[in-house]
């Protein structure tokens, strides 16, 4: 793919290292420098890249000619991705997006920016999706739903169609939500959760408790064996 555009990656992090990769071998974007808080700053190059601090960021590359991405994980449920996603805005970085070549995205989903959407992705039609989410690999993101903003989705995560999640939620990996369901903001839904009801706002889920139903599939249905 040409370069046609220049990026700055916020963080030095595992993440960070993805990201380079990715944006590297499968965007348009030609990654230049790191960028990290000058009390973080442990190393001055990644990759042979220089790594600035954030506080010189803006003399060194301004935001005129070069993209930012904020390259963090979900660590206090998103809010530190979130804070940096402000503050760059603040100082004029447009924030650009990653979509994976290997991921399905039909083409009327919508989504603001600071996205990142690992490989074998499904995002159905009419999906909305807000602004600086990550979505690690693999997951199913049904028809209809409409995802806020700040969120780490990690991965095989299945959202089925017309659901919503709300700002700043986690969700760990194989966590399945059934259809029409309302995540709420500020949850951290446990890997291998099973939700079936609205949850609210601010909830830990841990485990997928199952249970036989009082009824048969023969009472429920009507089946003559
Ligand atoms: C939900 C989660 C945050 C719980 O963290 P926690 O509250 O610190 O829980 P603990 O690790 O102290 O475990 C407490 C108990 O809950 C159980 N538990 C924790 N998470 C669970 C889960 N997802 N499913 C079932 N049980 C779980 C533990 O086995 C433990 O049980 P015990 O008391 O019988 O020994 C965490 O386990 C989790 O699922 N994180 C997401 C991981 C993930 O998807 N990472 C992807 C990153 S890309």
Known sequence: MSKTKKLILFGDSAFAEVAFELFT??????VVAFTVNKEF???DKLFGLPIVAYEDVEKLFPPAQFEMHIALVYNTLNRTRAKFYNDAKQKGYKLANYVSTRAFVWQNVSMGDNVFIFEDNTIQPF???GSDIVLWSGNHIGHHSVLGNHLFISSHVVISGFCTVGDYTFMGVNSTVGN????GK??????GCLIVKDTGDGKLYKGTPNKADEL???EKFGIKE
């Open 25 to 30: 071998h499968d965007s348009e974007y030609e």
């Open 41 to 43: 700053l442990k190393k």
């Open 127 to 129: 999906v909305k999706m």
């Open 180 to 183: 029409n369901i309302n995540i």
């Open 186 to 191: 500020d949850c951290l839904i446990g890997s």
């Open 216 to 218: 048969s599939i023969y």
